[in-house]
């Protein structure tokens, strides 16, 4: 598996949603911060303006791609000056992949896709971490094909869906976070992961250990994939990655533990051999400085209730 499908794979939960909404000026929204989540706004006719808290308004038109990857507030509106309307709908909260909905029925239309993708704030990646507050990937004649060819199939789903909708639209949704996201990377001097993984030699360490977390890796061992000297090595990668090699390895390991103990029923030998560990109690001890319990015991906290629980509980919740 490549490092960013890796990444995405350690972070997602649940699954992701959308909606499509036509807004008719005059009118103004705000989406308020979800933690825990990352959202997306695409722009697929008309025109309208981004109006962020202590940042000048952004003038946003068709094709234009907004991605929020920590979730944080914004709004969306017809003018920059327009007085701002709490939300009515949450699609991540949604149990449709597509809600509909239109707001307003006269004035200037403009058609927005809107949509959210679930991640474990506990376990988010550097990768991700070092992504900024929000990201704009203005439509530009040319630029990001695959990403603007996802978009384009997305529309046509959301305007007339076929037979198998709901498995095109989900699939499109991951095809789509990561095209949105290899734009970004691949931009010069975006980030120092995005350099790491554009680093001949630290992205083949970084490959390495993705490839094969369980492999007895040494700063040795790395820095020969990378072809530098130990020393020269652990300097560039502890700068570009964040933390010094096998800090990471070990950090890398746990995530893949912790997404093995939530995604699959295999024993506690096992994904102690899968992630480097040959005794099972050396492994515990490790998982356990990491997360704050035993493998077990997260195993057992990460199983999803059922839904018809989960919503009792909810709705006792409420009328509490």
């Not at 003038?59 to 234009?64: E, Q, R, Y």
């Not at 990768?127 to 040319?142: C, K, M, T, V, Y």
């Not at 560039?236 to 010094?244: M, N, S, W, Y």
């Not at 560990?277 to 035993?294: C, D, I, L, T, V």
Request: aromatic share 8%.
């Amino acid at each position: 598996m490549d490092i960013l499908s890796d990444v995405l794979a350690s972070v997602r939960s649940g699954r992701p949603s959308s909606a499509t909404v036509t807004w008719h000026a005059p009118w103004g929204q705000r989406f308020p911060e979800v933690r825990g989540s990352a959202g997306f706004q695409i722009i697929l006719q008309g025109s309208c303006w981004l109006i962020r808290p202590d940042h000048e308004p952004v003038a946003l038109n068709v094709g234009d791609v907004l991605f929020f990857p920590h979730g944080h507030s914004y709004a969306l509106a017809d003018s920059p000056d327009r007085d701002l309307a709490d939300p009515r709908c949450d699609p991540l909260q949604d149990s449709e992949l597509f809600v509909r909905d239109s707001i307003g029925t006269t004035g200037r239309a403009t058609v927005t896709l809107c949509g959210g993708y679930g991640l474990d704030p506990g376990r988010a990646h550097p990768l991700l971490r070092d992504l900024p507050s929000h990201i704009h990937l203005p439509a530009r004649l040319g630029h990001h094909p695959r990403l603007r060819a996802a978009i384009e199939l997305l529309a046509a789903e959301a305007d007339s869906p076929g037979p198998g909708a709901d498995t095109v639209v989900l699939a499109l949704l991951d095809t789509m976070l990561v095209y949105l996201l290899r734009a970004w990377l691949t931009e010069p001097s975006r980030s120092t992961w995005a350099r790491a993984l554009g680093d001949p030699a630290i992205g083949a360490a970084l490959q390495a250990v993705h490839e094969a977390p369980e492999h007895p890796w040494t700063v040795r061992t790395l820095a020969d994939r990378a072809r530098l000297s130990r020393a020269a090595f652990a300097q560039r990668f502890t700068a570009l990655v964040g933390r010094p090699p096998l800090a990471y390895l070990t950090w890398w390991r746990m995530t893949t533990a912790a997404r093995l103990l939530r995604e699959s029923d295999a024993p506690l030998s096992e994904v102690s051999a899968r992630v480097g560990y040959g005794s099972e109690f050396a492994f515990a001890n490790a998982f356990k400085r990491e997360y704050g319990q035993p493998p077990g015991r997260y195993r057992r906290s990460s199983v999803p209730r059922p839904r018809q629980e989960a919503t009792s509980q909810e709705g006792a919740a409420g009328q509490a």
